[in-house]
């Protein structure tokens, strides 16, 4: 016997829309796929550069407070002579002694800091080798003020919502659940499908001349 089924779905399942759904959701799952990776490089890249210039308004920061460090011993230096020949009363020595204290600490602080930030810095830029907070951080580019002249408000502003990962992925979003909505609609009809069989059947004393008798 030799025959041929065909199954056509009358309610679930029947049309393209629904059909191609799937298709369309992977599609769209795709894109969002790229947008996500996007808005992760466009964050990363974002966060390096944040943190190089923290670094080096760190480096600043322990330049400056050296600095006045250095102002506030040599003053201690100058009080303790000035006390030393009575023209300044010992009581002054107190203010200034706390002053080099306070200084002390403000360099030790910005010390602190700037070793964290560049652990932070090396740990975004992942460089290749082995112990890698031993790694000395050189900046090439100190901080300037960029010399471009910025466009209209608006014009950012346009590019922005077309362009944000996030804004673009919600959009995608949107898509893909009415793809879905399609799907669960036609999944709650009920199953009916229209089946045509097509047949002939040969019979003999051997399979070769049933297929003959099928053959006519």
């Given at each position: ?137 050189d900046l090439i580019h100190q901080p300037t003020l960029p010399e471009i002249k910025l466009d209209d408000v608006d014009q950012y502003v346009a590019v922005s919502m077309r362009m944000r990962p996030e804004l673009n992925e919600a959009r995608l979003g949107i898509l893909r659940d ?39």
């Amino acid at each position: 016997r030799f025959g041929i089924t065909f199954t056509q779905a009358l309610l679930r399942g029947f049309g393209t829309q629904v059909n191609v759904a799937r298709l369309r959701q992977a599609r769209l799952d795709t894109r969002l796929t790229e947008y996500e990776l996007r808005g992760f490089t466009e964050f990363l890249v974002a966060q390096v550069e944040r943190t190089y210039w923290d670094y080096a308004l760190a480096r600043r920061q322990i330049e400056i407070f050296e600095e006045s460090l250095k102002l506030a011993r040599q003053q201690l230096s100058e009080t303790e002579e000035l006390i030393g020949v009575g023209r300044l009363a010992e009581a002054e020595l107190a203010a200034v002694q706390a002053e080099v204290a306070a200084q002390e600490q403000g360099l030790i602080n910005a010390r602190s800091n700037m070793e964290s930030i560049r652990l932070q810095l090396l740990r975004l830029l992942n460089p290749p080798g082995i112990r890698l907070w031993q790694r000395r951080v050189d900046l090439i580019h100190q901080p300037t003020l960029p010399e471009i002249k910025l466009d209209d408000v608006d014009q950012y502003v346009a590019v922005s919502m077309r362009m944000r990962p996030e804004l673009n992925e919600a959009r995608l979003g949107i898509l893909r659940d009415d793809l879905q909505l399609v799907r669960t609609k036609n999944g709650l009809l009920p199953l009916m499908d229209l089946f045509i069989t097509l047949g002939k059947s040969g019979y003999a004393d051997s399979f070769g001349e049933s297929v003959s008798n099928i053959s006519g």
